[in-house]
């Protein structure tokens, strides 16, 4: 099987790059167009393709030309649609990194164009794969916590540095809210198996500590407070709060669960050794690594044709639920979120 990595400029890039190599009977390509533009201290193009162990190709006509199976798309947020339509186009199955677009209208045509093609269209959010969630997931179906009435949720994280476009909203499409949302709106999504029918958000831009002050053109804290058809409300911490030197670990994603006959709480990143050394904070995680999981679902998917979760109808729904919270933000009041079905 042959599978192409389109960008290393998400983060999530070489994870997936080792996820691949750990799959086994994988052939590896990878095009890192634009490399040289980027930041001094970016690393990227033929020298990082090396250090993963992966083929490299120095243009997206040349990675089409290799003709892959399938593609994972780890580029700026704003290219998402772009590189997903141009992959459906050429035959080719698709697991795009979050969010799956900068709007809802992108995501539609990426879904559209998908099906057009018989090819699949994945969302990358690994943590649907961890096994804390996949017990929660069972406990709730089962009416172990009676009728949920509450849910809060947090994904929260430090202001990314190691990359600049995810603080350039004409790149990443905005700042916390657009980053850290998607994962636990997708986890609410399939968790209760229906979306929100009101959205309020409230944001802020003060840069963490030791950020030298610099303000940036985007969103760096986040709250965004949710109310479903039955009265259930939920809330999402979704802010860059965390400061430079606290290893990204336990608390990245956690969800509390209220119901009328029990609680549950998850925190599926905190199977990890945390410390530092002199190098800075150390984060090591031991169990199955979930981005294995999401990997292993999407050659799966490669091989029969079929797509598996979390799927574009996935990403879908988390890119509705954003762009709810940004009117929220801008026009300082509840919005009603119409989900068109898909």
């Not at 303000?215 to 986040?222: D, F, I, L, M």
């Not at 709250?223 to 009265?231: A, F, H, N, P």
């Not at 336990?250 to 119901?259: A, I, K, P, S, Y």
Request: overall charge negative.
């Amino acid at each position: 099987m042959r599978i192409g990595i389109l960008s290393f400029a998400h983060l999530h890039a070489t994870e997936y790059a080792a996820a691949l190599r750990r799959a086994g009977d994988v052939e590896i390509m990878a095009c890192d167009a634009g490399h040289a533009d980027r930041p001094a201290g970016e690393l990227g193009g033929p020298e990082l393709a090396r250090t993963l162990g992966v083929g490299y190709v120095e243009t997206e006509e040349d990675l089409w030309a290799w003709r892959p199976d399938g593609v994972v798309i780890c580029a700026e947020n704003v290219r998402h649609r772009e590189l997903a339509s141009r992959a459906a186009a050429e035959g080719v199955h698709v697991l795009c990194e979050k969010p799956l677009a900068t709007s809802l209208a992108d995501a539609a045509q990426m879904l559209a164009a998908a099906r057009a093609a018989g090819t699949v269209l994945m969302t990358a959010f690994p943590v649907r794969f961890a096994p804390a969630y996949a017990e929660l997931r069972t406990a709730v179906r089962r009416g172990d916590l009676g009728r949920i009435i509450s849910i809060a949720a947090t994904n929260c994280g430090g202001v990314p540095t190691t990359r600049d476009w995810f603080v350039d909203p004409a790149r990443s499409g905005g700042g916390a809210l657009t980053d850290h949302v998607v994962h636990v709106a997708d986890l609410l999504a399939d968790l209760l198996d229906e979306d929100p029918v009101e959205v309020y958000a409230i944001a802020n831009a003060i840069p963490n500590p030791g950020q030298n002050g610099a303000a940036v053109p985007v969103e760096t804290a986040g709250l965004v407070s949710l109310r479903y058809r039955d009265g259930a409300i939920a809330s999402i911490d979704c802010s860059w709060s965390r400061p430079p030197g606290r290893p990204n670990a336990g608390d990245l994603v956690t969800l509390t669960v209220v119901g009328t006959e029990g609680v549950a709480e998850i925190a599926p990143f905190a199977g990890v050794l945390t410390g530092w050394n002199s190098r800075g904070a150390v984060a090591s995680g031991y169990g199955a690594p979930l981005d294995d999981l999401l990997i292993r679902a999407f050659l799966d998917a490669v091989r029969t044709g079929e797509a598996r979760q979390p799927d574009a109808v996935a990403g879908y729904r988390t890119v509705a639920l954003v762009e709810a919270a940004y009117r929220s933000v801008t026009e300082t009041a509840p919005v009603r979120l119409e989900m068109e079905s898909r």
